[in-house]
């Protein structure tokens, strides 16, 4: 029986910075092996290491919101929050509203988390921006 072992957001991320694997794939990869991981110890090696910035907006993006999923993951389940999260560049320096309908906004400014809010990402409550995990 082969053993799965999960990679770290970090190096799973390289593959979307060279645009082998699209990001909300990286996401969504990263979100099922933190549902696999049951405890702290093991979930800690694989949001540890930095994950790497890109100069194209849209990769910029989606790398300002796995820094917010890392946050917000962290604190709720008691991880140890790398120190990599709270770097400034992980700021957008406009905000990204997930839903682009303007009546959406005031909702959006209300519900999303403020891990995502400090980044100026505003994709409204848990199970809109990263569902239930």
């Keep these: 029986m082969t053993v799965y072992i999960p990679p770290s957001l970090a190096e799973a991320w390289n593959s979307a910075i060279s645009r082998q694997t699209a990001p909300e794939m990286v996401l969504g990869n990263f979100l099922d092996d933190w549902r696999r991981l049951k405890n702290a110890t093991a979930r800690q090696p694989i949001v540890w290491q930095p994950i790497e910035d890109s100069q194209a907006?849209?990769?910029?993006?989606?790398?300002?919101?796995?820094?917010?999923?890392?946050?917000?993951?962290?604190?709720?389940?008691n991880v140890p929050t790398p120190s990599w999260v709270h770097w400034q560049?992980?700021?957008?320096?406009?905000?990204?509203?997930?839903?682009?309908?303007?009546?959406?906004?005031?909702?959006?400014?209300?519900?999303?988390?403020?891990?995502?809010?400090?980044?100026?990402?505003?994709?409204?409550d848990e199970t809109m921006l990263i569902g239930r995990v």
């Design 57 to 77: 907006l849209e990769l910029h993006r989606w790398a300002c919101f796995l820094a917010a999923t890392v946050e917000y993951l962290t604190v709720r389940d």
């Design 89 to 124: 560049c992980w700021t957008l320096e406009e905000p990204w509203f997930l839903i682009p309908h303007w009546k959406f906004r005031a909702w959006l400014l209300i519900a999303t988390p403020p891990p995502f809010k400090r980044r100026r990402i505003f994709g409204g």
